[in-house]
Structure formats: structure tokens, C-alpha cells
């Protein structure tokens, strides 16, 4: 048993992981334990570097004990370890699901500073299992069962924009892996919560126990998990190529569609290649429900318009409409407020509405939108390309009051301060990342600097 999970769990290392140094998400837990361990041997086997990230959660007096319990072991196996501080934990409804997301956007943005574009997770065919449970009990569809693949990109955004999650040991069970402690004499921590039936995976665990009682194995559920898996990447890789005969993605922001092209994408498909455009020009964290995107999906083969999960619909010519960002959500409404300007300050990045990297090393620049008046702007004509409605929220820099920079569109003023300001699209980014598991392509048509 031990040597076939310790052989295993190498494997996918050696099939998953890229050149960089490996990041290693490590709880104390016997999974994430055990996943380090036998990611240490591998690393040293190959001549790779491992960076161990641990997260002190707050939620239980014991948690900075746990995390100082996993600096020691990954010092002890000869690597350096981050410890992160969840500052905001508190007790009340969804206290799970905010402590992943909190968890998620620590680990991300931690990687991020440390120079990592992978992480591993010791997610176990026991977790594949109990997730694909979940999602079917909850009425989910067959996507929603396939969801688990062994590298997938971070589920946060901005933070994980560049960063994937590599899963190891989604063939190895929770008892193989604590066998590989236990015959190393190493101690792991038990998380008292996986006890608490009044969360949702608890309470699966135990359902799935009754069915296991009643006749049918539980590991059935990994296998459908991992049946549909290649069916919903084969999905996304179709929607990806219909999306090259359909899309032009420009560097400001928004998508041109070819109504003809995308009549003649199948229903469901074209739905999958949505999701991923309202996720990149929306630059929205949380992706809406399929259900929600047909009034969308309607609107642009009627080619009229509509609002809807963040972005908008305009209705074009016969032959193209547009998806843009709802302005509203960026200009402010009457129950929203926009987004308030502000002035750079040096070698800091910052990501403007889950939509754009700015990196500068000018100061006294005031990035925001363009607004409905256009302040500042000296020439109309840079911007005869973009449709009206979207033209009030593009994002600029002003100088002295002057727009200097078009997000986009390029600089429109004589400054070498406009010149230092690097402003990364990640409209494209993202759509590629949604839709593709490997590390993203670049867009055929889009250029990376503004």
C-alpha cells in the first residue's frame, strides 16, 4: 500500500509539475503531510525546489501550533516554509466556505510574492468522492462531477490570475497516505472539525459510509469524477476553437462577435464559451450559473441588447454585436457605487476590476475610468474603434488632469510618464485560462501592452 501511493503521487509530480520551484500547500493535516513528504524525496530525486506555504487560520486556539508544527517538519526536511495569517476569521453562516476562499486568496497572492506559478494540494481519491456526492445531491449537472482534475487554475481572481493547482494524489486514498506517515513515525494533526456533522462534507462522509454499508462503494463516485473529466475539458477545448472563428478580444476590454459564427456553435458548447467571456470582460471572482447566461446568449443571436452578470450585450450591425463590461458596475448606479480613482505609487501593481495589471514606476499618475464627460482628453479619435456605450468606463491615467494613458488604446499625450505606465490586458488571459487546463496560450489577435 505504502509503495504504491509513494509511487503514485511521484508519478504525477514528475507528469504535473513544470520547471520553476513548487509550491507545497501544507495544513498539518495527514494528506497535505504526507503529500510533503514524498514531494521532499522527489524534489531531491530531480533537483527541484519545494517552497512550503501553511495557513494560520484563527478558527481554533490550537491553529498557530499547527502551523509552527508544519514550519519545523519542513525545516527539519531541509526546506523553507511561508507561514500566512487569516485575519478575519469570525464565526457564523458559510464559516467553511469563507475560509477556503480566505485560504485560496492567501496561498495565491503569497505565491505570487514568492516568484511560484504552482501549487500543490493533497486532495485524495476520498475527497474526488465525496465532492462529486455533493454536487449531485445538490442537483449539479455532469460539469459540476467533473470539476476535480489534477491541474486546474487557482479559483480566486486577481490574486491566482498566473497561478495553477496541481492535484497529486487524486489516486491515492486518505488511509494510503497516513499509512506513508505512520510507517515514517511522523505525527499529523486531526482536524476536529472533520467530526462537525454540521458541515457539509462531514455529513457526505457519513452518507457515503450508508452507501458503502448498503452495497455500493463510495469509490464509484471518483471514477464517474474522473469518467467525465476528459468529456468537460473536450467541451471547453471545443468552445475555445469555436471562440477563434467567432471572438475578436481587444485590448481594451471588450469582444466583437461574429453573429453567423456563433449561430452555428451547438447550444451547449456556446454556453461553456460564455461562461468564459463573461468571466474575462466582467472580471468577475464567482462565474454565474449556465441559466443565467441564456438571456445573454439570446441577446447576441438576436443582436439586441441586454445587462446581465456583469457585462452587456450591445447590439451592433447584422453581422457583430459586442460584449463589454456593464458600465454601471464600473460607473456606479443608483444602488452601487463605482470605482473611486486613484494615484499610483511606485512599483506597486495593482489589477483594476479583474480586468487589467497596471505595473509602474511613474508616480503622480491617477488611474480610473474616462467617465462620462471625458475629462481631460485632448483628441476624440483614439476613440472611434470603441463602441459608445463602453467608451465612459475605459480604463485611463491622467497627469496634471490630462489623459495620458488609454488602457488598451495606448498613450494619447507626449509624456514619458505615459510611456513608463505598463498596462497588461487580462481579458484574454483569462479566457484562455477558463477554458484551457494547461498554461494559457496566447489570444491570436491581442496585444499585451496599453
Known amino acids: 500500500m505504502v509503495a504504491r501511493a509513494v509511487q503514485t503521487v511521484r508519478s504525477a509530480l514528475g507528469r504535473l509539475a513544470g520547471e520553476g520551484p513548487l ?12 503529500l510533503l513528504v514524498i514531494a521532499s524525496d522527489w524534489a531531491r530525486a530531480n533537483g527541484r525546489s519545494l517552497q512550503v506555504l501553511t495557513v494560520d487560520h484563527g478558527l481554533r486556539k490550537s491553529s498557530a501550533d499547527e502551523a509552527n508544527h ?49 501549487l500543490a494540494l493533497a486532495h485524495t481519491r476520498d475527497d474526488q468522492s465525496e465532492t462529486v456526492w455533493l454536487r449531485l445531491a445538490a442537483g449539479g449537472s455532469w460539469r459540476s462531477a467533473a470539476v476535480m482534475s489534477d491541474r486546474a487554475p487557482s479559483p480566486v481572481w486577481p490574486e491566482g490570475r498566473d497561478l495553477d493547482l496541481l492535484r497529486p494524489c487524486l489516486d491515492v486514498t486518505r488511509a494510503e497516505l497516513r499509512r506513508v506517515l505512520s510507517d515514517a513515525g511522523i505525527d499529523w494533526v486531526d482536524d476536529p472539525s472533520n467530526e462537525d456533522d454540521r458541515y457539509a462534507r462531514v455529513r457526505a462522509r457519513g452518507d457515503l459510509g450508508l452507501l458503502s454499508e448498503a452495497g455500493f462503494q463510495p469509490d464509484r463516485f471518483a471514477e464517474l469524477g474522473a469518467l467525465l473529466r476528459p468529456v468537460h475539458a473536450a467541451e471547453r477545448r471545443a468552445a475555445w476553437h469555436c471562440g477563434q472563428a467567432a471572438l475578436v478580444v481587444h485590448a481594451w ?142 480604463l485611463v491615467a491622467r497627469e496634471a488632469g490630462l489623459v495620458v494613458v488609454l488602457a488598451g488604446l495606448g498613450p494619447v499625450a507626449g509624456s514619458l510618464t505615459a510611456e513608463a505606465a505598463h498596462v497588461r490586458s487580462l481579458v484574454a488571459h483569462r479566457f484562455c485560462r477558463r477554458l484551457l487546463p494547461q498554461p494559457a496560450v496566447r489570444w491570436f489577435d491581442e496585444p499585451e501592452m496599453a
Do not use: N
Open 23 to 34: 509550491g507545497i500547500a501544507c495544513s498539518g493535516g495527514g494528506d497535505s503531510l504526507a
Open 70 to 118: 508544519v514550519a519545523a517538519m519542513a525545516d527539519r526536511l531541509g526546506w523553507p516554509c511561508t507561514c500566512l495569517t487569516w485575519d478575519d476569521a469570525r464565526p457564523g453562516a458559510g464559516l467553511q466556505a469563507r475560509a477556503r476562499d480566505a485560504r485560496h486568496r492567501l496561498l495565491a497572492r503569497a505565491c505570487r510574492d514568492l516568484g511560484l506559478t504552482e
Open 253 to 394: 476590454g471588450g469582444v466583437s462577435i461574429d453573429r453567423a459564427a456563433w449561430s452555428r456553435i451547438v447550444p451547449a458548447v456556446r454556453l461553456t464559451l460564455l461562461d468564459a467571456l463573461v468571466m474575462a470582460v466582467s472580471g468577475q471572482s464567482v462565474s454565474p450559473s449556465r441559466g443565467r447566461l441564456v438571456p445573454l446568449d439570446a441577446a447576441i443571436l438576436a443582436s439586441t441588447s441586454v445587462t446581465g452578470c456583469g457585462v452587456q450585450v450591445l447590439a451592433g450591425t447584422a453581422v457583430t454585436v459586442w460584449l463589454i463590461r456593464d458600465r454601471g458596475a464600473v460607473l456606479g448606479r443608483v444602488d452601487h457605487d463605482g470605482i473611486d480613482p486613484w494615484t499610483d505609487q511606485s512599483d506597486v501593481c495593482r489589477v483594476f476590476d479583474g480586468r487589467f495589471e497596471i505595473a509602474t514606476s511613474a508616480r503622480k499618475l491617477e488611474w480610473g475610468v474616462l467617465g462620462e464627460t471625458y475629462d481631460g482628453l485632448t483628441s476624440r479619435a483614439i476613440l472611434d474603434a470603441v463602441p459608445g456605450a463602453a467608451r465612459a468606463g475605459l
